[in-house]
């Protein structure tokens, strides 16, 4: 792996975890030093991340997380949900019956991360429960997609999430979506994901999504 492909997949995972968020500063030369590099690899690690749409650059010099304004977040959710959705109907179409399984098995064995109401161990197995989906689609290309707006919009879903729904919300979400893949209902399948990944359920739910973001994360 290229030395700047290693960076900019750390900055990637980063702002995924929200180590990052949106209008964060990228320290250039910090990184040439964490990872013992000069800058001609951080740069071209930076360019791709702006060219992805992850970072933003500054009139004066330097680079920022990129920021969204409400309608870009709006339209780039509701995408991601429809992607969401339509990997939930392939993977329905081709996991293995031992993916399947393994799929229960995964919402199971999470039900008592769901009666304590441990937010970052959920966060853990509901990656681990769409990676099993996103597997099973066999299409790494659509993966792809998804993870880069997933990463996108990770800070803004993560904030938006006491407003739409918690644990036990979601929960009973990722029920629906393991009944139909054991089912073998890929049309089922692909409306529970998507009514799991939509960004608030009718006006009030996105209403209050957009009262609870945070001021600074918006353009």
């Not at 929200?18 to 690690?45: C, I, Y």
């Not at 073998?184 to 994901?193: C, E, L, V, W």
Request: aromatic residues 4%; proline residues 4%.
């Amino acid at each position: 792996m290229k030395v700047s492909d290693r960076i900019r997949q750390s900055i990637e995972q980063q702002i995924r975890e929200a180590s990052l968020l949106p209008g964060d500063p990228v320290d250039e030369s910090k990184l040439a030093a964490t990872h013992a590099v000069s800058r001609t690899p951080v740069r071209e690690a930076l360019l791709q991340l702006q060219a992805q749409g992850l970072l933003t650059s500054l009139p004066r010099g330097g680079m920022v997380v990129a920021k969204m304004d409400v309608q870009q977040l709006l339209s780039m959710w509701e995408l991601l949900a429809e992607l969401e959705s339509l990997c939930a109907r392939y993977a329905c179409e081709r996991m293995t019956n031992e993916e399947r399984k393994s799929l229960q098995d995964l919402h199971q064995n999470t039900l008592p991360i769901v009666e304590s109401n441990d937010e970052l161990g959920w966060q853990q197995a509901n990656m681990a429960f769409h990676e099993i989906l996103y597997r099973g689609s066999r299409n790494p290309y659509l993966r792809q997609d998804i993870l880069r707006m997933r990463t996108q919009t990770g800070a803004y879903r993560r904030h938006a999430f006491g407003a739409v729904g918690r644990i036990p919300a979601s929960y009973a979400m990722h029920t629906d979506i393991v009944k139909a893949i054991i089912d073998h209902d890929s049309r089922q399948a692909a409306s529970a994901m998507f009514l799991h990944m939509s960004p608030g359920h009718g006006t009030r739910g996105v209403t209050d999504m957009i009262v609870n973001m945070p001021r600074d994360l918006l353009n």
